[in-house]
């Protein structure tokens, strides 16, 4: 099977495992936002939920993909099947160890800790004390993610995807569940993401132990290879750590309600994870698979497959993200009225968390292509350029949330991530053009533009279609127009797209029409 085959087949188990989580994500939500709105104990969540969250990219999923899979694969190459599983049990340990350290240290400073990411709480001693409490509570999620991120980091590396993949269901699934149990008792959030991240584990390990791992706690904790992976997450940890502050900023100037409005913090996270969707489905699925690809392909030092396949991935990024993001701008009010709006998530909740979509749908092609970027220099055991890059981002981040909060308010935080996300994108490919050579970017900018136009004449086509369609007030209303339109917007960008000649519609029906064959 070819690289490129392979890489989509993949993608498909890994989108399909990731779609799953993300409908489950946004019933999660919609529960989230109808049984607690925008308002305290909604922040109150959101920054507790945050904060394991960051940690879990610093020591799992992002120290997984950036360090562990590389340096994986090539050990697997190059030695025994049980050289290999003695490697995994060592750094297993260790990150056993820190993780634990790093957790019950969170849970002794969590005062500390959310005052630092939620300064506009001080004003309010009560929110303050119900965040504190739910970061105590959630803590521990760190743990047994972290695990969960490591086993799904291994299976990765043997090119196993979908067990991983559909495992986060089981964290949106528990959420739900504990929600409407404990009802307007945030403590049942809380539990519920702790019992969530024991069975994403949990479910991943008969798999591990079927590849033929066999678990040896504290036996060893040196070896070379282990250190070779503590190298390049030092610097991947402070690249992450500024990735996610990213996120931080703008829950920090979110939570400064005298400026930006009561509200922030929730607003910026229901928007977010809309446009964490599509992110999460393909590029994330994308960057995923195509990490052992990258990898393999460096360790060959085959330059040309490499080019290609960044190529091939930069496309299908764009391909996805730009109708995404105008499908985002024309439909955003719509698509919160169907999803959130109710209970105590009002109409002017879906106004502004629908402005604050439009702003991050800006930089929606760029987040997703900075996934393929950073997996393109992680397989090349580089780690410092893109931490280099992402201090620069956060730097500019900051810059423009100072600037535009004032006179956009929720708007300009959302606008300088855009910036922020479309400035790291171009510098990252400057620099990996310089460093491997030109990697078919002529080709990349024509796929570009075809894209761009297909977009604008859909999201106009959606456009039309909003106006001339009736949108109750109902959630079977609401719900059913938005598939209608959603259908329609998919349905007029297939069209426009070979109107416009996109080359990648054509490969896409030449490899459906192949699949329906066979």
């Given at each position: 099977?070819?690289?490129?085959?392979?890489?989509?087949?993949?993608?498909a188990?890994?989108?399909?495992?990731?779609?799953?989580?993300?409908?489950?994500?946004?019933?999660?939500?919609?529960?989230?936002?109808?049984?607690?709105?925008?308002?305290?104990?909604?922040?109150?969540?959101?920054?507790?939920?945050?904060?394991?969250?960051?940690?879990?990219?610093?020591?799992?999923?992002?120290?997984?993909?950036?360090?562990?899979?590389p340096?994986?694969?090539?050990?697997?190459?190059?030695?025994?099947?049980?050289?290999?599983?003695?490697?995994?049990?060592?750094?297993?340990?260790?990150?056993?160890?820190?993780?634990?350290?790093?957790?019950i240290?969170?849970?002794?400073?969590?005062?500390?800790?959310?005052r630092?990411?939620?300064?506009g709480?001080?004003?309010?001693?009560?929110k303050?004390?119900?965040t504190?409490?739910?970061?105590?509570?959630?803590?521990?999620?760190?743990?047994?993610?972290s695990?969960?991120?490591?086993?799904?980091?291994?299976l990765?590396?043997?090119?196993?995807?979908?067990?991983?993949?559909?495992?986060?269901?089981l964290?949106?699934?528990?959420?739900?569940?504990?929600?409407?149990?404990?009802?307007?008792?945030i403590?049942?959030?809380?539990?519920?993401?702790?019992?969530?991240?024991?069975?994403?584990?949990?479910?991943?390990?008969?798999v591990?132990?079927k590849?033929?791992?066999?678990?040896?706690?504290?036996?060893?904790?040196?070896?070379?290879?282990?250190?070779?992976?503590?190298?390049?997450?030092?610097?991947?940890?402070?690249s992450?750590?500024?990735?996610?502050?990213?996120?931080?900023?703008d829950?920090i100037?979110?939570?400064?309600?005298?400026?930006?409005?009561?509200?922030?913090?929730?607003?910026?996270?229901f928007?977010?994870?809309?446009?964490?969707?599509?992110?999460?489905?393909?590029?994330?699925?994308?960057?995923?698979?195509?990490?052992?690809?990258?990898?393999?392909?460096?360790?060959?030092?085959?330059?040309?497959?490499l080019?290609?396949?960044?190529?091939?991935?930069?496309?299908?990024?764009?391909f996805?993200?730009?109708?995404?993001?105008?499908?985002?701008?024309?439909?955003?009010?719509?698509?919160?009225?169907?999803?959130?709006?109710g209970?105590?998530?009002?109409?002017?909740?879906?106004?502004?968390?629908?402005?604050?979509?439009?702003?991050?749908?800006?930089?929606?092609?760029?987040?997703?292509?900075?996934?393929?970027?950073?997996?393109?220099f992680?397989?090349?055991?580089?780690?410092?350029?893109?931490?280099?890059?992402?201090?620069?981002?956060?730097?500019?981040?900051?810059?423009?949330?100072?600037?535009?909060?004032f006179?956009?308010?929720?708007?300009?935080?959302?606008?300088?991530?855009?910036?922020?996300?479309?400035?790291?994108?171009?510098?990252?490919?400057?620099?990996?053009?310089?460093?491997?050579?030109?990697?078919?970017?002529?080709?990349?900018?024509?796929?570009?533009?075809?894209?761009?136009?297909?977009?604008?004449?859909?999201?106009?086509?959606?456009?039309?279609?909003?106006?001339?369609?009736?949108?109750?007030?109902?959630?079977?209303?609401?719900?059913?127009?938005?598939?209608?339109?959603?259908l329609?917007?998919?349905?007029?960008?297939?069209?426009?797209?070979?109107?416009?000649?996109?080359?990648?519609?054509?490969d896409?029906?030449g490899?459906?029409?192949?699949?329906?064959k066979?």
């Open positions: 099977m070819s690289t490129h085959k392979f890489i989509l087949r993949s993608s188990t890994v989108s399909l495992g990731t779609l799953s989580s993300r409908i489950l994500g946004f019933i999660r939500d919609m529960v989230f936002a109808r049984i607690f709105g925008v308002y305290a104990l909604a922040q109150a969540f959101v920054i507790a939920f945050k904060i394991p969250n960051l940690l879990r990219d610093f020591l799992g999923e992002g120290a997984a993909n950036a360090a562990i899979v340096v994986f694969t090539e050990y697997k190459t190059k030695h025994t099947q049980e050289e290999f599983w003695e490697l995994a049990n060592i750094v297993l340990n260790l990150l056993l160890v820190a993780v634990s350290a790093v957790t240290l969170g849970i002794i400073f969590a005062p500390i800790i959310v630092l990411i939620a300064p709480f001080t004003v309010l001693p009560e303050l004390e119900v504190i409490r739910l970061s105590r509570i959630i803590f521990p999620y760190i743990l047994l993610i695990l969960a991120a490591y086993v799904a980091g291994l990765n590396t043997l090119k196993h995807f979908s067990v991983p993949s559909f495992a986060p269901c964290l949106n699934i528990s959420i739900i569940i504990f929600a409407m149990l404990f009802g307007e008792n403590t049942g959030l809380a539990t519920g993401v702790l019992v969530g991240g024991l069975l994403q584990l949990l479910i991943q390990i008969p591990l132990y590849k033929g791992f066999k678990l040896k706690l504290f036996r060893r904790f040196k070896h070379p290879e282990a250190k070779t992976i503590g190298i390049l997450m030092i610097p991947r940890l402070f992450t750590g500024i990735y996610q502050l990213n996120n931080f900023v829950s100037f979110g939570s400064l309600s005298f400026i930006v409005g009561e509200g922030g913090i929730a607003i910026l996270y928007a977010y994870r809309l446009i964490q969707f599509p992110i999460g489905i393909f590029s994330n699925a994308l960057s995923q698979v195509v990490l052992p690809s990258f990898s393999t392909q460096a360790l060959e030092e085959d330059r040309g497959k080019k290609n396949t960044l190529s091939f991935s930069l496309r299908a990024i764009i996805v993200m730009l109708p995404a993001s105008i499908g985002f701008m024309v439909l955003g009010r719509t698509i919160i009225r169907a999803l959130f709006e209970g105590k998530f009002d109409v002017h909740s879906t106004i502004l968390t629908s402005e604050v979509l439009f702003f991050y749908s800006i930089g929606l092609f760029a987040y997703g292509a900075n996934k393929i970027l950073n997996s393109c992680f397989s090349l055991k580089d780690t410092k350029t893109p931490a280099k890059i992402s201090l620069f981002a956060l730097i500019c981040n900051i810059a423009l949330n100072s600037i535009l909060m006179p956009m308010k929720l708007n300009g935080l959302a606008l300088a991530t855009s910036i922020s996300g479309i400035t790291t994108c171009l510098l990252q490919i400057f620099i990996l053009k310089n460093r491997i050579g030109d990697f078919h970017l002529k080709e990349i900018g024509v796929s570009f533009s075809r894209i761009l136009c297909a977009s604008l004449a859909m999201g106009m086509m959606c456009h039309f279609l909003m106006q001339n369609i009736y949108i109750g007030n109902s959630f079977i209303s609401k719900a059913s127009s938005l598939i209608l339109l959603l329609g917007g998919v349905a007029s960008y297939v069209i426009f797209c070979f109107i416009f000649g996109v080359k990648e519609i054509r896409l029906w490899w459906l029409a192949q699949r329906a066979s």
